[in-house]
């Protein structure tokens, strides 16, 4: 089955940076976009950044300028920098990827299992 495994998360103070990656495995013909996205508790669940195959990229207004999305299609995978980390940054962070399977026509969204980034003093 595919499967998302991100890492990268952690506790960090303010101005603080992280590193996040995702890792997709499993029987996936292709993928057209991967992405994190971001949510808090009692809020909910937002975009942080994608990246579609050929270098299109899509952030928050509220991370432009701090973190950047980059992909190793060879390894299938992303990559967020964190840079200027806030509190207001903390949150479970989620990868998605929209991929393609073998012999089937849709392409279907994936979810992994999420890494917690904690920024505080």
């Known amino acids: 089955q595919v499967q998302l495994v991100e890492s990268g998360g952690g506790l960090v103070q303010p101005g603080g940076s992280l590193r996040l990656s995702c890792t997709a495995s499993?029987?996936?013909?292709?993928?057209?976009?991967m992405g994190w996205y971001r949510q808090a508790p009692g809020k909910q669940r937002e975009l942080v950044a994608d990246?579609?195959?050929?270098?299109?990229?899509n952030y928050a207004d509220s991370v432009k300028g701090r973190f950047t999305i980059s992909r190793d299609n060879a390894k299938n995978t992303v990559y967020l920098q964190m840079n200027t980390l806030r509190p207001e940054d903390t949150a479970v962070y989620y990868c998605?990827?929209?991929?393609?399977?073998?012999?089937?026509?849709?392409?279907?969204?994936?979810w992994g299992q999420g890494t917690q980034v904690t920024v505080s003093s």
């Open positions: 499993g029987g996936i013909s292709s993928i057209d976009a």
């Open positions: 998605k990827a929209d991929l393609r399977l073998p012999g089937m026509l849709s392409r279907f969204r994936y």
């Open positions: 990246a579609i195959s050929g270098g299109a990229t």
